[in-house]
Structure formats: C-alpha cells, structure tokens
C-alpha cells in the first residue's frame, strides 16, 4: 500500500466513520484495513448482493446507516438487485463502490447511470474535500430515507494520483470554495449543497439562505379541515398503520391519535407493534390478517391510513363500500381497492407532522372517544380476533391428503417454540406469510422484511448478518420459502458467522419447471442435509413431532444454527382469496 492511497484510504474511512459504525463486503484491502483503524466493525460477506442485503438489514435493525463495500464492474452489477430493494425499503445506506480509475479507459457499464435507474444517486469522490463530500452524501441518505453510492475511483484507493487528499479546515456548512464541491459532484436538490454554494458566492458575513422546509414544517395540510370534520362524527373509527409511518418516527402520534378518536388500529405486515396499546390492535391488516379480525375492519365509518401503499387487492374487501378513508402519505396516492376516489381524503405530508396537525384541530374541535373499540368483544388473549386456524380440524395432525405437512400447524408450533428475544428476517412469499400469521413481533425493526419491495429472493441468508451484527445478543430467525436457499455460499457464511440462528424452510416440493419433465418428478432438495454438510444442526420436518428438536435447541441455549427443512403442503395458500 503507497503512502499516498494511505492518506487518502484514511481519509476516507475516518470520514465513514462519522455516519456509520458497521460495514459488509470488501473490496480494496487498504480501505478494509483503514475502516478497522478508524473503529468500523467490518463482517465479510462472499458477495457483493450479500453485502448490501446485510447493510440493509443492519441499518433496519439498528436505526443507522450502515456501509456496503463493492469491487468495481462485477461487483456493483451483481448488486442491482439488493441495492433496488434497499431504496425501494427507503434504507438509509452508504455504497461505497469502486468506480472505474481515472486514468483507464470508460468501461461499458456505467455504474452512475446504473444507480440512477435503480433510483439511487451517486456521489464521485476524489483526493479533494472527501469528509465533505462523504457528509453530503450520509446528509442525504437519512434526510430521504435512501441508499446512496459514493463512488471511489479504483486509482485513488491504489494510490496511483500521486497525491495525498486535500481537506479543507472545516467540514461545516459553507467552509469551502465551489470548485470544491464540484470535485464531489454538485447535487442541485440538496438545500445542503445550495447554502455552501450560496455561502460561498457571497462570503463568510453575508446572511445565508435557510435550508429549505422539510415536511415536517408542514402547518395545515390541504384537506385537514374535512378530515377532521370527518372524524368528529366518526362512530367507528379505525387507524391503520404502514412502514412510511414507521420511517417516520410517528409511533407517539398513532398512539395518541387511536386514544383520542377511541379507535381500533391495525398494521401493514411490515410494522408490527407499532401502536403502543396491542390490547385494542386487530393486528396484520390484509391479505395476511386474521379473518374474524378482517371482518371488523369492514365495519369502520372512518378508516385514518398512515404511510401504507394498500397497493393491489391487498386491501380489497376490508373497507366498507360507505368507509371515509383518509390517507396520510408522502406521495400522490390513489384510493384503496374497492374504495370510491370521492370517499377518500388525501392529507399529503410527513407522517409525523400531519399527525401533529390533525390531533391539534381534533383538539381544538374537542373530539371526543367514540367508545367503538370498547364495544368490540373477542380482543382479549384466545379470543375469537385473535386465534389463528390452524388447520387442526381440517387436517389432523398437520397431515394433508398429499402427506406433506400443513403449513398453518407447522407455522404455529414454531411460534410456540422460538425464543422470545428475537429478530426474524422473512423473505418475499411464503417466508413473510407464515412468520407475519403465527409470530407476532414486539416492534417494527424485530421483523425485517426482504424482498417485499422489489419482489425478489435469496437475500434473507445475507440479511442475518446484518441483524445479527446490529443485534448481537439475541436469535436470529430466518424464515424462507426453498428459492432462499439457493447460494450454498451465503447459507456457508451465515452458519460460520452467526452465533444464534434457526433458518426455517417452507420447502413445497414444487414439480421442475422444466416442461420436459415429467409432472410427477418434483424438486425435492434435502436442505437439512446440506445444512448437515455445512456445520448446521439440520432437522427433515414431516411430522409435527419433529419440531421438538427446536424445542431442544432453545432449550440448551439456542446456540449455533438449526435448520428446519419443513416438507408443507402447496395445498394450503398462505393468499386467500379476497374477502366480500
């Protein structure tokens, strides 16, 4: 390593250091040295979609921003996939990605373009003003809830510029020239990046221009009157609760909007426990909710949605045709299936801030509780909105006339048995369907949800690391259809790496998708044994009694990995058909 990307490397992962404290990945061997001496824990991650998947997870987890590390070309390509699911999360994460060397020809692949499409943005580095630049970007990151890539060009990290990095004196707002941030690539959206050009056009005394209003300045959004008006003559109010609500930190204001309005809530399958009162909570609202608990949600007048998309037929039927809803988002949203564009109102803004608005005018007007949620009977522990069906009379002994398992009594024995300090990673499917059902979470950031944003798999393996790095006392759980299993490299690592950790396979043995085969031969792989092979615990569940081997890890400590290859049904849809 030359003394000259020694600077620079420690330049940069000193200013890292500052936004972030883990990493994931690797790729120069002088910033990995680097990021270790200025105090980042790094884990190794086999691949570059891995090291964002854990970066993602541990961000979630921790509530911070976490660094990924990729190689140039092949590395960041590989990644697309992690990296789209982080932004479409909203996942605050620093991609630290070679980028092609300024001395070598432009390759065909351009990594900033790529980003771009994904809906993330770049941040060039060079040996001039790298922690502003790095500050700009982590700014960024946590005010939009995005990744961003911070892209180091491959001849810096070797060194071979032949200069050491130039910092200016300060890293504060307006302590360097223009032609400084242009060497960091100039974002004109950024109100960060227009105070320090302003600042420095008109010189240290001049009077800056304030950073632009966030929406959280937000004082009396369009249509808060006819939502409040709409909510004083509510009778039976309901507040349903998603992930933008989550992002927000609005989980004071959801609470104290329920208890004004005496009202029911629900969730969104990706922020469980978000409202601070479980006993007046329906739970999982949708596709994956409880039926009889569905069944009420039909009967609100006045339905508060906060932060969730509703998108598709996720929330068809659980809305009444009469239901006001009243939609708290970011964005421009359309009316949820079955619900009439003229029987919603749309308060857009940051959730936080609007919740504010609106329980001041209610407030103001003197709202008072309805009383519905006292009236509703059955949301008592065991009661008839709360108990699962588990297959129990349909299926005796969790046997289907297939002979595999069925999925409802597996999932709930499981949630019997798991330990209760622990953080589950779902993937997209089956995954998230089973672990949202039968193991309630205590909080948003104890169920991380992959895949559900952009619709892909394989990345939970990657995500235990991540949680468990973020979260290291506590058991891991991963809960994956057989597609999650498919990188014997990234199943390696988490069985090497992870001191706690029980990876539950919904294994359907699916019929190939090779048409050529005949439909009877079915893909059946036995990843119990393969987790055998690899230093796991690995248990073939086809019978309900065999899950008593988790019951036994739990038991003596939890310590290492159990893998349960569960041999369920296709039978049993974890979708069921729309309700009404």
């Known amino acids: 390593m030359t003394r000259s990307a020694t600077a620079f490397t420690r330049t940069l992962a000193h200013s890292l250091a500052r936004h972030a404290g883990r990493a994931f990945g690797g790729s120069s061997g002088a910033l990995q040295a680097a990021l270790a001496e200025a105090g980042v824990h790094r884990t190794a991650i086999p691949d570059a979609a891995g090291a964002v998947a854990a970066a993602d997870a541990c961000a979630r987890v921790a509530g911070a921003p976490a660094i990924a590390l990729l190689g140039f070309g092949s590395g960041f390509t590989d990644a697309t996939t992690a990296i789209a699911e982080a932004a479409q999360a909203r996942t605050p ?66 060194g071979d510029d032949g200069a050491a990095p130039h910092e200016h004196a300060s890293e504060g707002e307006g302590s360097a020239p223009a032609a400084a941030l242009a ?12 105070a320090s050009l302003s600042a420095a056009t008109l010189g240290a005394d001049s009077p800056r221009p304030r950073e632009a209003p966030g929406a959280r300045s937000l004082a009396a959004p369009l249509g808060l009157d006819a939502a409040v008006n709409a909510l004083l003559g509510a009778a039976r109010p309901l507040v349903v ?93 359309g009316a949820p299936e079955g619900v009439d564009h003229a029987r919603q109102i749309l308060l857009q803004g940051d959730a ?3 919740l504010d608005a609106l329980l001041g005018s209610l407030a103001a007007a003197g709202a008072l509780p309805s009383g519905w949620r006292e ?31 069925d999925p409802r009594a597996v999932a709930s024995r499981i949630g019997e048995l798991l330990p209760l300090d622990r953080y589950v990673v779902a993937e997209n499917g089956s995954g998230l369907a089973w672990a949202s059902m039968f193991w309630p979470a205590s909080a948003p950031e104890r169920l991380i949800a992959v895949g559900a944003g952009f619709e892909s798999t394989g990345l939970g393996l990657s995500a235990l690391a991540g949680v468990a790095a973020a979260a290291p006392s506590t058991s891991v759980v991963l809960s994956t259809g057989a597609d999650g299993l498919a990188s014997l490299s990234r199943l390696e690592s988490a069985v090497r790496s992870i ?82």
Not at 106 to 123: C, H, I, K, P, T
Not at 307 to 319: C, I, K, P, V
Not at 549 to 577: E, K
Request: charged residues 20%; hydrophobic residues 50%.
């Open 241 to 333: 609760a998603g992930r933008g609500a989550h992002l927000a930190g609005a989980a004071p204001e959801l609470g104290a909007l329920a208890q004004a309005l005496g009202a029911l809530t629900a969730t969104t399958a990706l922020v469980p426990g978000i409202f601070p009162d479980p006993r007046t909570d329906l739970g999982v609202f949708g596709c994956f909710g409880q039926a009889a608990a569905m069944s009420v949600t039909a009967q609100a007048d006045v339905a508060v949605v906060v932060g969730a998309s509703l998108e598709g037929d996720s929330s068809r039927g659980l809305f009444g045709a009469e239901t006001t809803v009243i939609r708290i988002d970011e964005g421009v949203v």
């Open 183 to 194: 060497a960091g690539g100039i974002d004109l959206d950024d109100p960060a990046t227009i």
């Open 352 to 354: 936080k801030a609007v």
């Open 499 to 580: 001191p706690s950790c029980a990876i539950v396979v919904w294994n359907e043995g699916r019929a190939a998708d090779d048409p050529a085969m005949a439909p009877s031969i079915a893909v059946d792989t036995d990843f119990a044994a393969v987790a055998t092979a690899l230093g796991a615990r690995g248990v073939r569940v086809e019978r309900l009694e065999a899950l008593d081997a988790l019951g036994s890890w739990v038991a003596a400590g939890a310590y290492g990995t159990i893998l349960l290859d569960c041999r369920v049904s296709p039978i049993v849809g974890w979708n069921p058909p729309p309700a009404g």
């Open 375 to 405: 009236s509703v009977f059955g949301l008592e522990a065991g009661g008839a909105l709360r108990v699962r069906d588990t297959g129990a009379v349909e299926h005796p002994g969790g046997v289907c006339a297939d002979l595999r398992l």
């Open 93 to 158: 994460l620093l991609i630290v990605a070679e980028d092609e060397p300024g001395t070598a020809p432009a390759r065909e692949v351009d990594q900033e373009m790529l980003a771009a499409a994904l809906g993330v943005r770049s941040y060039p580095l060079s040996a001039v003003d790298v922690g502003r630049a790095v500050g700009r970007a982590a700014s960024y990151a946590l005010r939009a809830a995005r990744p961003v890539v911070l892209a180091v060009p491959a001849d810096l990290l070797r």
